[in-house]
């Protein structure tokens, strides 16, 4: 079946680092792939999406390349902040019709200290 | 304002007795979603449902039910069949289930049996 592995967390960054999250997949076919965010106490938000190989999604400074050759979809941002504090979940949504269902790995806790 | 709301933020329970968490959409959207949350498992889906008054199960269905009577409604029962019932709920919306990855989630309600 279809599955979704990001690096373990947690992940403590200092304050305008670079960060970079891994996200590889499992899937038939071209899967939508996105990435989501919680905020700690809230429910998830989407942070950024790509429905085909190659493309970019990009959303608040963050990053992502739909890497087809290497079933990838790494989460990247330049300079991190405070606020970026949160869990970051890699998800994707299988190709074909009626495949409506998400996959989402396990999350990536992040830690950005001033 | 329109959004998900969830109730109540926490809900304590003893073993042996079913409970139902609340799951309320203003968004005018046609699918409905719930998922279990659990330290480093990330988002397993329970149940959706695509209209009114049907439903299908997700990967973790057993020990729990649900019903779509209302399109702005969709309330998830913790059975006393469902073994591990303390976890982080989510409920989630999206205006069509081919529109799955704009999700719009609640804020959750963390329930606890002892």
């Known amino acids: 079946g279809d599955s979704v592995t990001q690096m373990e967390g947690p992940v403590t960054l200092s304050e305008e680092a670079f960060l970079t999250i891994n996200c590889t997949y499992t899937a038939t076919g071209y899967p939508s792939l996105f990435w989501y965010v919680q905020y700690p106490g809230e429910g998830l938000q989407l942070l950024l999406k790509a429905t085909k190989a190659d493309d970019k999604g990009s959303n608040k400074g963050f990053e992502a390349t739909y890497r087809k050759e290497t079933t990838s979809f790494h989460l990247e941002k330049g300079s991190v902040q405070v606020s970026d504090s949160a869990v970051y979940f890699c998800a994707l949504r299988p190709s074909g019709a009626g495949s409506y269902q998400l996959t989402f790995g396990k999350g990536t806790k992040l830690s950005v200290i001033p | 304002d329109g959004g998900i709301t969830q109730s109540p933020k926490y809900l304590f329970r003893k073993e042996g007795q079913n409970v139902t968490l609340s799951c309320e959409q203003n968004?005018?959207?046609?699918?409905m979603y719930w998922y279990r949350q659990d330290p480093g498992q990330g988002l397993r889906l329970i149940y959706y449902?695509?209209?009114?008054?049907?439903?299908q199960k997700g990967d973790i269905a057993e020990g729990y039910s649900v019903s779509r009577e209302k399109k702005e409604s969709f309330p998830l029962t913790v059975t006393s069949a469902q073994k591990n019932p303390t976890a982080f709920y989510l409920c989630?919306?999206?205006?069509?289930?081919?529109?799955?990855?704009?999700?719009?989630f609640g804020p959750g309600t963390r329930l606890t049996v002892t």
């Open positions: 989630a919306s999206s205006s069509h289930p081919r529109d799955s990855y704009e999700q719009y």
């Open positions: 968004l005018n959207h046609d699918a």
């Open positions: 449902s695509q209209i009114v008054n049907d439903f």
